[in-house]
């Protein structure tokens, strides 16, 4: 089993920043695509962020030129800068990593980390 742990959350003023990070663990051949994801009260879960193995990333409109994605292969983490932060942004951040593993290919989901912005 696959679990996936995010840190790197909390509270902060418009117009700063925060760095995400999440690491996965467990019984890991390769991990693919690494990607974040955001989910505000009242709305579905929508994708912010993602990174493939090669990385090539992929951002949501409202988040490029302020979050950058990355990863670091071999310690299985995937990161998001996040800057000039917006009130907007407030949400539960979650990771998620799709790879192979000894039970086949899996698809993993953190736990989330609350991210807050004040105006």
């Known amino acids: 089993q696959v679990q996936l742990v995010e840190s790197g959350g909390g509270l902060v003023q418009a117009g700063g920043s925060l760095r995400l990070s999440c690491t996965a663990s467990?019984?890991?051949?390769?991990?693919?695509?690494m990607g974040w994801y955001h989910q505000a009260p009242g709305k579905q879960r929508e994708l912010v962020a993602a990174?493939?193995?090669?990385?090539?990333?992929n951002y949501a409109d409202s988040v490029k030129g302020r979050f950058t994605i990355s990863r670091d292969n071999a310690r299985n983490t995937v990161y998001l800068q996040m800057n000039s932060l917006k009130p907007e942004d407030t949400a539960v951040y979650y990771c998620?990593?799709?790879?192979?593993?000894?039970?086949?290919?899996?698809?993993?989901w953190g736990q989330g980390t609350h991210v807050t912005v004040s105006s």
């Open positions: 467990g019984s890991i051949f390769s991990i693919n695509d």
């Open positions: 990174i493939t193995s090669g990385g090539s990333t």
């Open positions: 998620n990593a799709f790879g192979s593993s000894p039970r086949g290919s899996f698809g993993s």
